[in-house]
């Protein structure tokens, strides 16, 4: 078997003996970990990218960087489907074989794989990837026992998109204060249109409301958790949920937040709350030139350029205002975590990977994209424009879900559904507060 | 249709009373009248166009475009509609890659399962041997466990053999989760065809293996289709073990694919999750259509006896 | 008049199997090897598996290297002291009977139909079945949630706007719990009925046309016929059909899946298979409760299963 080597960075390389398998025969294994250890054997690495959000062009860009910086290893991105991926990744990476050597995972699904051991330990690595400098949440998220064990990929900060020939003709303005954008979502809502679309299983815009307000969907009590749902903070901005419910939003309460651009683009609604690079999907009538989505001819992109000037041109987009002027909300941000599974054959190259994910260069391509980069210091290169603005005023007080253990069961048992529905369709507050947080304790402590 | 014909008992040696009460006249008696028979043929006529039309429903669908689906009144014809939906569909090349894995999956599944369980059903019922009741209840009662909670102990066992990711693996499963319904429905048939016309046939000079294609294999073929259009929906059909067993993009079955294109559809585009769901129901539909004649004669003894 | 008619086995094929003398027994066995090794390997042993780890604490952490510890019955008291559990198993035995019973009666009711009416109008019938069928579960869920929809859907539409009820406009029909088991009914039954239909209609081609007619030189009516000689003579297909019935009732995953996933409150609408689906992350417990649930299906079928034993139609 050839063995192709190259110089390696000491950590990564010490890290990578102690995860060798067995049947890597490389002298890496017998040497003494030194600065000058062997590089890893060159091989085919497999990352697993979660749906679309990471474009095809950073996708080229890694194969190629890593092709290059390694030579003789190639990197294979399989792209999975969010729908499933726990039960995938629940066999993959229990598998020498099969797994991936680098993960994607949704922030509210990481606490779950690190404490059960299936990532390499990442706390050595971590300074250099970008220590304090990464979404602060996320790295907690990514956490267990003290060791990091998944990094941030990318955050989603929610804004606020709406449609400003709508806003002209009931005479509103962008609201100043979370209690403001009630009363403006109300005045938009007419018998077609939501003033605000607000599905009832929406619980990723909900918890903005419980966020703002100093509530929590769980709190930590030494081991134990314990759902926060009834806590007076949370009941407070769950009754303005109900509100908006009510009287704001002609959403159907059996729905949830995919998609909400849907409706825009339709007419049904005024404002929706995504992530920024919802822009993308907005396509209002007016504006739609027509072009077949296949279409490259030179015609065709300027009319798509157009079309998208056009739509922006219609749609306004801010930050969701906090409980006083000048304050922004606490929102829920979406987003994932990347982790080198335990079992991953190809520790050292994995973590090169890494490495060029968090480069400078990759971070600021993440940014141009409308993503959040996992590194903050590379935030401003999402560029200074409204959606920029508004996508990092909200990043700034983003938070995650509780990270807890057995998160993923809440979300698996789909208990904030369910609860977000139930208020949706006018059940009493406290009273569901307080089965939903039974619910949430029994799934987080068991 | 000339495919689908009434279906008859005469083929099947399995079912030989002399005379069959074959149709209404005899079995209603001559009371009935040839109004209330018509009457009750209208009747079928409502009940079939109900029960076809989600099926009907989805085609319309297919061919309307959005801003169609989405209006105030649904259009009840796809009159002036789009092949868009389908274009959609079709010029994915994932949905020929699903279409080649599903199709290599249900062919060797077919395949393995009706050979593996013909012989276990000849033996069942040609021979009477210690066990024989153990496994008949055996293999009746592993129906009634329940599947959801196996995907983890199968994969392990596909990854252990280097299956994962590999049409083998996933036919391997497949097979062995229906060969158990596939034995019961053949049992009752095997036992039907008699041994005695095989007999016949080789003192006639053919040998063992000729007299069983030429005689005994076309009397079984009803219950072989019978049996296989089971395991042709269930090869098909099956997502939770091909979720994790099929990770790779590239070796997705059609029920993968199908529910890929819903996640990126399903609020945004009924068209093409109509049209995604026409595509993988066609091959099927097919299929039925054109075993339907021997598929009905084999439910004759096929489902008589279990 | 019952006890006398022949059983419909008993005319198509002999009720013992015919002893072969000229091939030794081992052929038997030889016979079933294959299948019986295919069985074994890919369903046995996850099977065995699962019940053995019923007894472990076996969760995620075991499923990555953790030792999996044995708790005895622990996985089994849990389960069965949890009134959420037993909501569920009472949930799924009713659902299970009411869709095994409609199945039946309108399964029974088609296959009667195809038998007195005209070629072309049973071949219609046939046909549509067929197509109900033949269309795989994926794709008839997403048809089912597109005609129930919400917003666009068909149903509603002709509710509000030819019946003219104008709360249906913009129904949801899965957000209350009676409601969304009405849907999966529908669903389920619209799915099952084809085969119930076809095979009850194969039983009833076979009673033999002589029977009838002495019974109707007898003077008995076309309902004492039915009763009397028909139904007697399809029991035996009709036992066995709603035997697989209640087994595939009770275990029915996808429908309920879909269904939940398309927006209905998940907790209120579980049953056993998708209970059992969403313990995948707890597979001791998942096994603890796969075990129950073949526990309960033997003692829902179990006395029957016995029947059809002694009645040697097994």
Known sequence: MKILRFAAVGVAAALALTACSSGDDSPAET???????AAPEAATIKLWLNGTDTPDALREYLTTTFAAQNPGSKLVIEQQDWNGLVPRLQTALSSEDQTPDVVEVGNTQSATFTYAGAFSDLTSLYPELGGDKLLPGFVEAGTADGKVMAVPYYSGARAVFYNKDMFKDAGVEVPTTLADFTTVAKKLTTDKVSGFWFPGQDWYNGATWIYTNGGELATQDGDTWKGALESADSIKGLEQVQDLFKTATKAPADSDSNEPWVPFNQGKAAMFSAPTWARWSIDLPEC??????????????????????????????????????????????????????????????????????????????????????????????????????????????????????????????????????????????????????QLISDALNK | MSTVSAPTTLGTPAARPTKVARTSSTESGRSQTSKSRRLLGALAVVVALAWVFPIYWMINSAFQPLNKLQAENPAWLPLGGTIANFRQVLDDGTFWAAMRTSLSVVVIVLVAALIFAFLAALAVSRFRFKGRKSFILTILVVQMIPAEGLFISQYQVLDGWDLVNKVAGLALVYTAAILPFTIWMLRGFVAGVPIELEEAAMVDGLSRVGAFFRITFPLLAPGLVAAGVFGFLQAWNEYTLALVVMTDPAQRTLPLWLQGLVESNRATDWGVVMAGSAVIAIPVIVFFLFVQGKMTSGLVSGAVKG | ?????????????????????????????????????????????????????SFQEYGLKQQFGAPAEWVGLQNYTDLLTDSYVWTVIGRSVAFCFVNAIVTMVIGMSL??????????????????????????VLASMTVWQWLFDTQNGVINWVLSHVLG????????????????????TVIVVWMSVPFVAFSIYAG??????????????????????????????????????????????????????????????????????????????????????????????????????RQMLKEDEL
């Open chain 1, 288 to 437: 739609n030139e027509g072009v077949a989505a296949d279409d490259t001819s030179d015609d065709a992109t300027a009319k798509r350029t157009k079309q998208q000037a056009c739509n922006e041109e219609h749609t306004g987009v801010f930050a969701m205002p906090g409980l006083t002027a000048d304050s922004f909300a606490t929102a829920f941000a979406g987003g994932s975590n990347l982790g080198i599974p335990a079992k991953s054959k190809h520790q050292e190259l994995a973590q090169n990977l890494l490495k060029i994910i968090f480069s400078a260069d990759f971070q600021n391509q993440l940014g141009k994209n409308g993503l959040i980069p996992g590194n903050t210091e590379y935030a401003t290169s999402m560029g200074d424009d409204v959606y920029a603005k508004a996508a990092i005023a909200a990043a700034l007080g983003a938070k995650l879900t509780p990270a807890a253990e057995n998160w993923a069961t809440v979300e698996g048992d789909r208990i904030l559904e369910d609860f977000f529905q139930k208020i949706a369709t006018g059940a009493d507050v406290t009273a569901s507060a307080k089965a939903a947080d």
């Open chain 3, 111 to 136: 296959a009667v139909l195809m038998q007195r009416i005209g070629r072309a109008a049973r071949i219609t019938l046939q046909v549509s079945l067929l197509l109900a069928w033949g269309t795989p």
């Open chain 3, 204 to 305: 009833l081609l076979q009673v033999p046309a002589e029977t009838m007619e002495a019974a109707q030189l007898d003077g008995a009516s076309a309902r004492q016929r039915f009763w009397g000689i028909t139904i007697p003579m399809i029991r035996p297909v009709l036992s066995i059909v709603l035997l697989l019935q209640v087994i595939w009732d009770l275990k029915v995953f996808t429908q309920i899946y879909v269904l939940q996933r398309a927006g209905a409150p998940t907790r209120d609408t579980n049953l056993l298979g998708t209970l059992i689906y969403s313990y995948s992350k707890e597979f001791g417990m998942a096994g603890a409760l796969a075990t129950i649930m073949l526990v309960l299906t033997l003692a829902l079928t179990g006395f029957y299963i």
């Open chain 3, 1 to 53: 008049m019952a006890a006398t008619a022949p059983t419909v086995s008993g005319t198509t094929t002999p009720s013992v199997p015919p002893l072969r003398r000229r091939r030794p027994k081992l052929g038997a066995y030889g016979l079933l090897v294959p299948a019986s090794i295919l069985i074994g390997v890919a369903l046995g042993y996850p099977l065995v598996r699962q019940f053995v780890i």
């Open chain 3, 165 to 184: 009820i104008d709360s249906m406009a913009q129904h949801s029909w899965i957000i209350e719990p009676l409601s969304f088991f009405f849907v999966a």
């Open chain 1, 31 to 37: 040497t003494k970990p030194s600065e000058s250890a």
